[in-house]
């Protein structure tokens, strides 16, 4: 699941869930189409230049998936 994978992410950096991405987000992350395109993943509010490839490999296998 994409909070599960959160964790893991969180766990790589050493840092809190929510700083790798909020709940809010991850509902938004979830209505992308496997597959979605960086411009699809730029769409979504919450994800910007500075975050979008960190997102993207992230999560688009749970996607994916």
């Given amino acids: 699941s994409l909070k599960e994978r959160r964790m893991a992410v969180a766990k790589e950096r050493g ?3 929510f700083i790798v991405a909020s709940n809010a987000l991850l509902e ?3 209505t992308l ?6 411009d ?6 919450g994800i ?8 993207r490999e992230a999560f ?3 996607l994916d998936d």
């Fill in 40 to 45: 699809e993943w730029l769409q979504l509010k």
């Fill in 15 to 17: 840092v809190a869930a």
């Fill in 28 to 30: 938004r992350i979830a």
């Fill in 48 to 55: 910007g230049e500075q975050n979008v490839e960190p997102l």
């Fill in 33 to 38: 189409p496997g597959g979605a395109t960086r």
């Fill in 60 to 62: 688009s296998k749970v």
